[in-house]
């Protein structure tokens, strides 16, 4: 089935395939986590590292927790093209970071150090701030 908005609504989570940018056809996920009256949404993507592992995409380099230029420059460019017709307030990109921060705790500014990668809305064009530490 489609990953789309009713789908996920009816069912939750959805697991599937997704080809990489490196060419590998890979197991992935996404769910939607509500957050209520006081939180935002969540639309978590995901591919697990075991098919990270599997598709012999490097992406421990030292730096903290995982990590991998190539797949973080295409969740950006996944996200950029997603917010063109389904704008947001703010994305992030790394290891497990659902909930991490929010758009108001940012207040509209990427942070000079990065641990993870941002996606922040200015106006009507998509900011990307790489992770740089």
Known sequence: MPCT???LTEF?????????????LVVCGCVAIRGGDESGDWLDFYVPVGALDHAGLTYWD?????????MDEWLAAIGT???QSASFSLGVIGFEVS?????ST?????PQTRDIGYLLPQGNV????????
Do not use: I, K, M, W
Not at 62 to 70: A, C
């Open 5 to 7: 908005v009713g789908s």
């Open 12 to 24: 939750g989570h959805l697991r599937g395939q997704v080809r990489l940018p490196t060419g590998q």
């Open 62 to 70: 030292g730096r903290p927790f995982f990590r991998s230029d190539v």
């Open 81 to 83: 093209e997603t917010f």
């Open 99 to 103: 909930g991490c921060t929010d758009a």
């Open 106 to 110: 940012l207040a509209g500014r990427l």
């Open 126 to 133: 998509l900011d990307y701030g790489a992770a740089n530490t």
